[in-house]
């Protein structure tokens, strides 16, 4: 370990759902192994944890990663992004938002959702009120297009909120929905993909540019070579991931080639 890598810690935070805590804490002890430097893994608090100093690493949503790009003096630097199991993902680092209902509903399409009951996730980073609204608008469809919408604290809640009949249909993501399915198989039957908003998203992995660039580029290639050593392959086998990908503006994915909306399907894991 170098000069440059002798730090007390690596804090590590989380701004994506709960149930992605397990393997991203997984991840995140891994490279601490790889670099040789203890891992302090937390869930984001806001998005100022990189500005004051109190993040080094993050797992972060597309749009809260944008979010902090924006700010003045951007902290953050965009290291890589995962690339997910399954067909659909083309073996590039994007996520969907999947559309789903009760499998006993009659509800094929967004079409069919008109004056339904619509659960969104509502956090402090970000709206799925406001996101809704906009995916909505790009198909035509007027804000009041549910009869009634009621808000979650996590993507969780709102699946829970489909299964228990709260809800007619919400939008999920599709990393969040497969591990969800994983650990609890028996709701496989239970729900149905009926469509997709778009665009795809990245979940890109940030390293605050106050980190030396040494010790940035050794994480880097932890997170790029995981799916190398068997240990890796056992922890992204199990978060249903593929690999790591760099991932910057100059190599950020092209999503234009990718479908942005699903037929009706179950919710099968691919």
């Known amino acids: 370990m170098s000069q440059h890598h002798q730090r007390a810690m690596l804090r590590v935070v989380s701004y994506l759902s709960p149930l992605l805590d397990d393997l991203y804490q997984s991840l995140a002890t891994y490279v601490g192994e790889q670099i040789g430097i203890p891992v302090h893994f937390s869930t984001g608090q806001s998005l100022e944890d990189f500005t004051s100093g109190r993040a080094d690493m993050g797992f972060l949503s597309g749009l809260i990663s944008a979010q902090i790009e924006h700010l003045p003096l951007c902290p953050i630097e965009l ?120 665009p795809p998203q990245v979940t890109p992995v940030v390293l605050s540019k106050a980190l030396a660039p040494s010790l940035r580029q050794c994480i880097q290639e932890a997170l790029l070579s995981i799916h190398l050593t068997p240990q890796g392959t056992r922890l992204l086998q199990a978060g249903l991931l593929e690999r790591f990908l760099p991932l910057g503006h100059e190599n950020e994915p092209h999503v234009s080639s990718l479908p942005l909306f699903s037929p009706a399907q179950p919710c099968a894991r691919s």
Do not use: C, M
């Open 79 to 198: 290291v890589a992004a995962p690339v997910l199991q399954g067909v659909r993902y083309r073996g590039t680092p994007l996520s969907f938002a999947d559309v789903i209902v009760r499998s006993d509903s009659s509800y094929t399409s967004l079409l069919d959702l008109r004056g339904s009951v619509w659960a969104y996730t509502e956090t402090p980073f970000s709206s799925g009120y406001h996101l809704v609204r906009q995916r909505l608008a790009q198909r035509g469809f007027p804000s009041d297009y549910f009869r009634w919408v009621i808000a979650t604290n996590s993507q969780l809640q709102s699946v829970q909120a489909i299964l228990h009949g709260h809800a007619d249909a919400t939008a999920v993501d599709s990393h969040v929905l497969a591990i969800f399915l994983q650990k609890e198989p028996e709701r496989l039957a239970a729900l149905r993909v009926i469509d997709t908003f778009g």
